[in-house]
């Protein structure tokens, strides 16, 4: 890397114009990019032993309402000068409408901003969180201002009576993770905490019993808080110098399914009943990643107890990455109205590169879901993942594996829209309302952000 000037008078270092020439006689260099495999391309794709399915086209959609979970991020500086500063703004929420209210549009010649309104049913969270030279009042430290500024989201009661969030997302959080959504006998009493997030003591074991009533924790060696929200591991990527940059795409995937499930356990205390004909869908796969992968485990148990006591339609949409490039790859090799499971095999030896043979089920210590690839009958390419009872499944899952898939994916074909390829009406406007711009969002922020803070 080059050295840069200070001043703007004196160019900067320039680059040798010569110097690949020793990159490209190294021999190691060329046997190692030899030794590199890539990709197989859509002709080398052969269908005959993989899972293959044709959905089914007689079936009752019990589908009446439709809830669609999104969100998004910007990052802006405070102070662009040594040391820079920088906050981020996230927002994201859940739009709901009703089956009845699409075909009532669908079967419009002209369709008014009035009937596009009955779409745009939507409740919007916000949250500020310092990512860089940046910490809040009263904490020592960039780690413990992330860690008090998430608690303080969490713990935030709402504004409207009637709001989504009646109850604050710690309830719903102790909920989730102590599984009190079971008989007694059955609920988690009990997690541990790989490290505490203050004294960096290891294996700390923090029982339901010892949380207080603003859902804290005393560390036992420390005595210091550990909050509910330290569950998350978040701090586990925040430093103090570098900053809480690292955290951001993991805590939108997090804060996602905080509403999706606040959303499932309002549902179950307000009329049970509407779970069995509501549609969840989440923009992304359903997993949690990086320092929050440990919650896929909690998440896998809320499904299963929701299937077994009710029903669950649940479904993650992909719209972009290597699953959705390979989708549109084989879309000419696919039949329309046929499903492609996506056990080990496929996955390693057509969209990642890996061993097929592996027994490690792909992703299995993040997803609490499957993949496949749903051609519809328009021939829209869809990458869908379902929920899925066990992880070992995933090494070659069946169509039996996969709960509701013909009434999830009839009902997805149901929602496309042509506002991007392969496109779904809920999540393009759920999109539309939550997500934040580079331009102008970025720049209105920014300079919302300097004039309050002065």
């Known amino acids: 890397m080059g050295y840069m000037s200070k001043t703007g008078r004196r160019p900067n270092e320039l680059a ?23 990709p197989k391309s859509a002709d080398e794709v052969d269908f005959s ?33 040594f040391p820079s500063s920088t906050l981020s703004f996230f927002q994201f929420g859940a ?103 203050c004294c960096g003591h290891s294996n700390i074991k923090l029982s339901k019993e010892d949380m207080s009533a603003l859902y804290t924790f005393q560390c036992s060696e420390c005595r210091e808080t550990i909050y509910l929200t ?32 606040h959303l499932i356990k309002t549902v179950l205390e307000v009329k049970k009943s509407l779970l069995n004909e509501m549609l969840l869908i989440k923009d992304g796969p359903l997993g949690f990643f990086g320092q929050t992968a440990n919650l896929h485990k909690p998440m896998r148990s809320l499904t299963n107890h929701l299937f077994e006591t009710s029903n669950l339609f649940l479904a993650g949409l992909e719209k972009s990455g290597a699953f959705v490039e390979h989708a ?34 792909y992703a299995r210590t993040s997803y609490y879901s499957g993949k496949l690839i749903y051609k519809s009958k328009d021939e829209r390419m869809y990458v869908v993942t379902l929920p899925i009872e066990n992880a070992e499944i995933l090494l070659s899952p069946k169509i039996t594996d996969y709960k509701n898939i013909d009434v999830i ?35 209105i922020l920014e300079k919302f952000a300097k004039k309050s803070m002065n």
């Open 328 to 361: 549109n790859e084989i879309s000419k090799k696919m039949d329309p109205g046929t499903v492609l499971l996506l056990d080990n095999k496929y996955i390693y030896k057509y969209i990642i590169p890996g061993d097929p043979d592996s027994q490690d089920p």
């Open 49 to 81: 032993s993989y899972n293959l399915y044709s959905v089914k086209n007689d079936i009752k959609l019990p589908i009446n309402h439709i809830f669609a979970i999104d969100g998004g991020y910007t990052e802006i500086h405070i102070k662009n000068e």
């Open 230 to 261: 330290d569950f998350f591991r978040l701090h586990e990527a925040v430093d103090n110098e570098l900053g809480a940059g690292g955290i951001l795409g993991y805590l939108t995937n997090l804060l996602e399914h905080v509403v999706l499930i």
């Open 95 to 197: 739009s709901g409408f009703s089956i009845d209210d699409l075909d009532d549009i669908a079967n419009k010649p002209f369709i008014s901003p009035d009937d596009i309104s009955k779409l745009k049913n939507i409740e919007r969270f916000k949250l500020v969180l310092p990512t860089k030279n940046i910490i809040i009042k009263n904490e020592k430290n960039l780690i413990n201002s992330v860690r008090k500024t998430i608690y303080n989201f969490f713990k935030n009661e709402p504004k409207e009576k009637e709001s989504l969030t009646k109850s604050n997302f710690l309830n719903t959080l102790s909920w989730f993770l102590f599984e009190e959504y079971r008989e007694k006998e059955k609920q988690t009493r009990q997690w541990n905490l790989s490290n505490c997030p």
């Open 16 to 38: 040798s114009k010569t110097s690949h020439v020793h990159i490209i006689n190294d021999k190691v260099v060329e046997n190692f990019i030899n030794d590199c495999i890539l």
């Open 409 to 443: 994916l009839k009902t997805i074909e149901k929602l496309k829209c042509d506002m991007y390829d392969n496109a779904l009406i809920p999540i393009a406007l759920v999109n539309k309302l939550v997500s934040l711009s580079n331009h102008p969002s970025s720049v």
